[in-house]
């Protein structure tokens, strides 16, 4: 008997899943105040309960199938643990009904870009592709479509890798780490172990260069940095190919897209192209394919986005920075792209994340630092010089932002930190924030 732990989104893709297939189960949920009426009404033949889980259900269950917010540490799961219980997660049901190829990608950062940009060389290409996991819809939900995929594309995040056990993905890649959810994780190493699982049993493990000897695998190894490459080095290494004059993406000495055809310029979309190349590997994709891919992808929304130009000053959203990396990473890319200085507005809530790293990325053409929400104090903390502004809220930093900036600057949505202090998630942040700054520079001020 499997019980359906957190009745979310994943949660409520489980418990369909069982349905089609139809297998018994159990459903609970921490909060008690939540309304689950509906789903008693979709599903009347599962066993609901909310708030306090029954004592008796941990000797009824022999699997217990956890939502990714829940953590295997929660207290109201040892015993689970205690009794010798499986307890899995939707992707691990998941890989476990799957015979099609997998492409597999997880990381600090990028990831959704990665994914995405995936799915579109292997569409392309002629593949029929599934997109899924922790991007757009969950993994289950591809198994219940009337539609047959020859691949299966997967956003993974550390949590969901947590309780996966079975995946044997044709490449998976792990594409950075940088400290995040240091709340959930007891220690760094702690969250770089969840997110290597995702190479085990892997065919191809694509990883930045100088990473393999953290990873433990050897075979079929695909290395992806911005070193350049020579007609010497292995076809392994994914990076910078001079031909003709231009500096190209490509692998040992193949030159694959001239990166001046890339629509989005700056180092770190440069990485994800290298990633999406090397995942692509086992697929035989065409070059020109990926120059098709990567000359009309100009980005998803909420990730280094200019959202508005006006008075030669570039506002970018960058609300899916909810880590130090991620922002540290945009900091890097707008900066090769404006003549002027950098205005930051972060904040948020901080995930107990060390934010030192931005202090010294900050060191140079930075006119302001303005910090909002829950954490904002403790972010300051970490500089010792530069012009550093607190503020309450968001719409409040916008408005410091428009005063101070001049033409040639741009300022920086990228707050470092989870956004549930003042939203409801990264996209609401986002859409405030363009909502705000288009009334800032349009009325001057904010209604």
Request: glycine residues 8%.
């Amino acid at each position: 008997m499997y019980l359906v732990a957190g009745l979310g989104i994943s949660g409520q893709s489980v418990l369909r899943y069982f349905e089609n297939q139809g297998e018994p189960c159990y459903a609970f949920d921490t909060r008690s105040d939540l309304d689950i009426a509906p789903l008693q009404a979709q599903y009347p033949h599962v066993t609901f309960a909310t708030g306090t889980l029954p004592s008796d259900w941990v000797k009824k269950v022999d699997s217990l199938v956890l939502s990714p917010g829940i953590a295997k540490s929660s207290e109201w799961v040892k015993p689970f643990l205690k009794a010798g219980k499986e307890v899995i997660g939707d992707i691990e049901l998941f890989a476990r009904s799957v015979g099609e190829p997998i492409v597999a990608i997880t990381g600090s950062n990028g990831k959704s870009t990665v994914t995405t940009l995936v799915a579109e060389a292997l569409h392309k290409a002629g593949y029929a592709v599934g997109v899924g996991g922790n991007i757009g819809e969950p993994a289950l939900e591809l198994l219940t479509e009337d539609k047959e995929f020859d691949v299966y594309v997967l956003e993974l995040s550390s949590f969901q890798l947590e309780t996966t056990y079975s995946l044997q993905a044709t490449s998976a890649a792990l594409l950075n780490i940088s400290e995040d959810h240091m709340d959930r994780y007891d220690s760094l190493e702690a969250y770089i172990q969840a997110k290597l699982t995702i190479l085990n049993n892997a065919e191809w493990a694509v990883i930045p260069k100088g990473f393999q000897s953290v990873t433990g695998v050897t075979l079929n190894e695909l290395h992806f940095s911005l070193e350049s490459t020579t007609p010497l080095m292995q076809s392994h290494d994914y990076g910078l190919v001079q031909k003709n004059g231009q500096v190209w993406l490509g692998w040992g000495a193949h030159a694959a897209v001239p990166i001046s055809q890339m629509a989005q310029q700056g180092v770190h979309h440069q990485l994800n192209a290298l990633a999406m190349m090397a995942l692509c590997r086992p697929f035989q994709v065409p070059d020109a394919v990926f120059a098709s891919v990567l000359r009309n992808f100009k980005g998803l929304p909420h990730r280094s986005q200019i959202i508005a130009e006006q008075n030669q000053i570039q506002w970018i959203n960058d609300s899916k920075g909810t880590n130090v990396g991620a922002t540290l990473a945009a900091i890097t890319t707008t900066l090769s792209m404006i003549d002027g200085q950098l205005i930051l507005i972060a904040g948020g809530v901080g995930k107990e994340a060390d934010f030192s790293s931005l202090a010294q990325a900050l060191t140079h053409r930075c006119r302001a630092i303005i910090l909002f929400g829950r954490d904002n104090q403790q972010i300051a903390d970490v500089f010792s010089e530069g012009d550093v502004q607190l503020v309450e809220t968001l719409s409040e930093a916008i408005q410091l932002a428009d005063q101070q900036a001049l033409p040639g600057d741009a300022v920086l949505f990228s707050p470092a930190c989870a956004s549930f202090d003042q939203f409801k998630n990264y996209i609401d942040r986002g859409e405030c924030f363009e909502r705000w700054v288009t009334q800032q520079l349009e009325n001057g001020n904010m209604e």
